[in-house]
Structures are given as structure tokens and as C-alpha cells.
T-cell receptor, first 116, second 115 residues
Framework: AQSVTQLGSHVSVSEGALVLLRCNYS??????LFWYVQYPNQGLQLLLK??????LVKGINGFEAEFKKSETSFHLTKPSAHMSDAAEYFC??????????????FGRGTSLIVHP | NAGVMQNPRHLVRRRGQEARLRCSPM?????VYWYRQLPEEGLKFMVY????????ESGMPKERFSAEFPKEGPSILRIQQVVRGDSAAYFC?????????????FGNGTRLTVT
């Protein structure tokens, strides 16, 4: 069964610093991977997704993620953090459920804190 | 902007009452998913529906919870005889006919508080 692990429930950076949010997955088949962002009191919004092809995926708001099969990782990065990036970030992998459907399974989330 | 609409945003129920959560999918989307979010636990899948059909309910508790997506009108998540442990944020999402790489579009959630 596929699963997602996000290392670090909280990540704190200074404005202008590199953002690195970690995600590792377990999957017995080529995975479909996603990053979502959640702002307070809102639903999740898609940042980017990996399906096939280029392993470096660019998303919205300057974020990108690299699929590394050998490391089973899909870490999210941004070169320079803005205050507006403060939010909860979720990594997800499409998982085959016991009901026979592919459903996104989410990690526990990482809260990004940006200091001025 | 015809995004995913959920109502109510906040719902307070006493133990033993019923809670009904509504979700209208994004225009053009025929598939609806329900997730529950608890603090520090991320989102947990509950049920996946298309109009008039439950596709996958492997994440639904066996008792008290039910979901429907009728031919006309919104999808409904129904919780009977609520208990304090049902307090959570419930999110609905929609997509085009589901494939494994279809991203989900989420509503802003319904925050259920059971007193």
C-alpha cells in the first residue's frame, strides 16, 4: 500500500531564505505525486503534480519539486520565502484503496512559518 | 467563479443530533470526494462518489455515517447521532472523471463542533 511521510511538522525560515519541505513516499508502482497548500480556514489548493516525464516539476507561486525515484522522495522547494508563503503544505500520492479506486492519500502536513 | 461550494462553514450540534454537510462540485465535475481533517493528522479519505453512485466508501466509518450524490442537487454527508469524536473539519473535493493523476479541487470545508 502506498503511503506518504512528511518529515517535520513545522519548518521555520526567514523571509528571503530557501524553503525545503520534505516528502517521502512508498509505492510499489510508479506514483502520481502532488503538493497542496492550505491557508487558514480554507480548503487545499494544488501547487504542482508529478505524473510522468520531466522529474523537476514547476508549480505556482515559485514552488518546484523534484521526483527522485532512487530516494522515493518528492521534496518541495522555493528559492526565496515570502511572508505570504506561511501556510500548511501537504504532500499526496494516488493510492489504490481497498475499494479499488485511486484516491489521493495525504501526509500529515508541514506548517511553514516565515519570519520577517 | 464556480468553485467547490460547501455549506455550512460552521456547524454546532449536541451529542445525539444529526449533522448534514452539503457540497456542490465545481462546474463540469462529476466526481466528489469527502475527507475529514483532524489537527496534526492530515486529511483522511472517507468516500468517493459520482452522481447516483458510491464508487468507494472504504474510508467511511461503518456506523452513523452515510453519503449521497443525487442526480439533482449537492452531495450530502450525513452523520447520525453525533459524538464528540466527530468534531473535525470536513472537506469536499471534486474532479473530472477520476483518473489517478486528476488533481482535486477543494471547498473551504465545514467545521463541525459537537458539544
Amino acid at each position: 500500500a502506498q503511503s506518504v511521510t512528511q518529515l517535520g511538522s513545522h519548518v521555520s525560515v526567514s523571509e528571503g531564505a530557501l524553503v525545503l519541505l520534505r516528502c517521502n513516499y512508498s509505492s510499489s508502482v510508479p506514483p502520481y505525486l502532488f503538493w497542496y497548500v492550505q491557508y487558514p480556514n480554507q480548503g487545499l489548493q494544488l501547487l504542482l503534480k508529478y505524473t510522468t516525464g520531466a522529474t523537476l516539476v514547476k508549480g505556482i507561486n515559485g514552488f518546484e519539486a523534484e521526483f527522485k525515484k532512487s530516494e522515493t522522495s518528492f521534496h518541495l522547494t522555493k528559492p526565496s520565502a515570502h511572508m505570504s508563503d506561511a501556510a500548511e503544505y501537504f504532500c499526496a500520492v494516488s493510492t489504490l484503496t481497498s475499494g479499488g479506486s485511486y484516491i489521493p492519500t495525504f501526509g500529515r502536513g508541514t506548517s511553514l512559518i516565515v519570519h520577517p | 467563479n464556480a468553485g467547490v461550494m460547501q455549506n455550512p462553514r460552521h456547524l454546532v450540534r449536541r451529542r445525539g443530533q444529526e449533522a448534514r454537510l452539503r457540497c456542490s462540485p465545481m462546474k463540469g465535475h462529476s466526481h466528489v470526494y469527502w475527507y475529514r481533517q483532524l489537527p496534526e493528522e492530515g486529511l483522511k479519505f472517507m468516500v468517493y462518489l459520482q452522481k447516483e453512485n458510491i464508487i468507494d466508501e472504504s474510508g467511511m466509518p461503518k456506523e452513523r455515517f452515510s453519503a449521497e450524490f443525487p442526480k439533482e442537487g449537492p452531495s450530502i454527508l450525513r452523520i447520525q447521532q453525533v459524538v464528540r469524536g466527530d468534531s473535525a473539519a470536513y472537506f469536499c473535493a471534486s474532479s473530472h472523471p477520476g483518473t489517478a493523476n486528476s488533481p482535486l479541487h477543494f471547498g473551504n470545508g465545514t467545521r463541525l463542533t459537537v458539544t
